[in-house]
């Protein structure tokens, strides 16, 4: 029987326990918004996890925050080198908390989204880190979020991490 199924219906964190519990062997793909991921288990243990813009932790988490998607486990693979070694409740932990804090802008977010600058606020004396002004010359040139993850080599939890403290200051909002 193939593991396979909707984001819509069961949560990531059902599927990997579901996974770990009948100690499988294999790879889970997820193809969720922001592209493919795969999830490695070694007998139920999470060994490796790979994204679009992510390895090992970061692409576990990163996973966690694609809310929209289908997932299949496939098994007879050649299980790559281990990258990840956090607990399996860990991980979860960590990925349903970072899922729930950012639940709201994950939400609007596609691959073409475009974020836009605030025009409706002048904003003179902000201070803005080095990736929040990396991030605004993005923006200005209206490159899609995909993109600039990409360009910027940064992971799906980095680039919320630095969204959100622009949508704080109010210096962008998300567009179509």
Known sequence: MALQGNLNDFKLEEVIQS???SKKSGKLEVDGVMGMYGIYFSNGEIVHANGPFSIG???ILDVFLEINGVFSFI???VLPPRTIKKDLFDIIATGINLREENFEIIKKITKTTKM???TKNDK???ELSKDEIKLLKYILDGTPISIIMEEMSMS???FLEVLKGLLR???VTLGG
């Open 57 to 59: 932790e970061e692409a």
């Open 19 to 21: 996974i770990s519990t």
């Open 124 to 126: 003179n004396g902000v």
């Open 116 to 118: 836009l600058p605030n």
């Open 156 to 158: 799906y939890v980095k």
């Open 75 to 77: 098994t007879n693979i």
């Open 169 to 171: 200051k109010e210096i």
